[in-house]
């Protein structure tokens, strides 16, 4: 296998971005034709954990101070920073401001006075209620 492993990547090449294959289909990693085989749901909970990770390094490293937050409400955070990103998340100066401080209310009430909340709809208002409360919603 290990042989094989080898010479597939030597012919398929390693692409980490999407790309088009020689017959055109949107592909990615080594030669994994994404139009017509896609991935299974356990490669998509694979990438779903690397990149929480992602997101919970930087997330450290730029508010360190949020590793005293409880679990909940750090979950909270992080599914914020998962979809927004890290540049954004740092823009939200108040809301963030307002978590340091434990004002969970007004924190979860700048974050629903954004234009984030208008364009996710349903999922800020979760995230809101789950940093006010501290409880899984």
Known sequence: MNKLIEQ?????????????????????????????????????????????????????????????LDEVRFSALLNFVFNVGIGTTLKFVNAMGQLKEGNYAMAAQELLDSRWAKQVGKRSEEIARQLETGEWQ
């Open 8 to 68: 597939l990547k030597r012919h398929e090449g390693i692409r980490l971005k999407p790309y088009k294959c020689t017959a055109g289909k949107l592909s990615i990693g080594i030669g994994r034709n994404l139009e017509d085989i896609g991935i299974t749901e356990k490669e998509a909970e694979v990438l779903l954990l690397n990149d929480i990770e992602e997101a919970k390094k930087q997330l450290l490293h730029h508010m360190p101070w949020t590793k005293d």
